[in-house]
């Protein structure tokens, strides 16, 4: 059920992801590479449309947060946020490495959009990197996200989510 969970998932994210500079009429966010500082305004754009609270609970709000699927990590090599939503006192971890998306305040966007549109409150608990290998059945998990901060325990949390839901992987993870 969990893997059906998260092709699923993964599938309905691949639209999303491949029109979201489209969608946003603006040319592409770039961060600092030392820092994670914005460097242009479609960054700086990112981290202020999510600086707000969520509206309060909306029409469709519990049934997205109900069918949140837990993990969507692309194929390849790809920045990564683990990010905690949360409903009505419920809350829910949910690991998202988009193909396509540079940075991780992407990662956190084109996930946290719609939900936070909805009511559902969603914070970005930490991020890293993740090489996925579909040929070698191998997963890692490593490094911060600059923009966000360390985050002890985030790559150690962040494999465990992914053996639940791709027990044929091999996953380790370090925090360098």
């Known amino acids: 059920m ?16 491949a029109q979201y500079h489209q969608h946003h ?9 030392v820092t994670g500082a914005p460097l242009n305004d479609a960054a700086r754009s990112i ?13 469709g709000a519990a049934e997205a947060f109900d069918s949140l699927v837990d993990v969507v990590v692309a194929a390849g090599t790809w ?11 419920r809350r829910k971890r949910i690991v998202r490495a988009l193909q ?10 084109v996930t946290a959009a719609p939900l936070k549109a909805l009511g559902v409150h969603v914070r970005v608990v930490g991020g890293g ?13 490593y490094g911060y996200s600059k923009t966000f901060g360390r985050s002890p325990g985030c790559n150690e949390a962040t ?5 639940a839901v791709l027990p044929g992987y091999r996953v380790d993870w370090s925090d360098e």
């Not at 009429?25 to 590479?33: E, G, S, Y």
């Not at 396509?100 to 966007?109: C, M, R, S």
Request: glycine fraction near 6%.
């Open 47 to 59: 981290l202020q449309r999510h600086a707000a609270t969520a509206p309060a609970p909306g029409a």
């Open 129 to 141: 990197r993740i090489k996925r290998d579909d040929a070698a059945k191998t997963i890692s998990v």
């Open 79 to 89: 920045k990564f946020v683990l990010l905690e939503c949360e409903l009505d006192g």
């Open 25 to 33: 009429n603006m040319p592409r966010a770039k961060f600092d590479d």
């Open 2 to 17: 969990r893997r059906a969970q998260l092709l699923l998932g993964f599938a309905a994210l691949v639209g999303v992801q």
């Open 159 to 163: 494999a465990e989510m992914i053996r």
């Open 100 to 109: 396509g998306l540079k940075y991780h305040a992407e990662n956190y966007d």
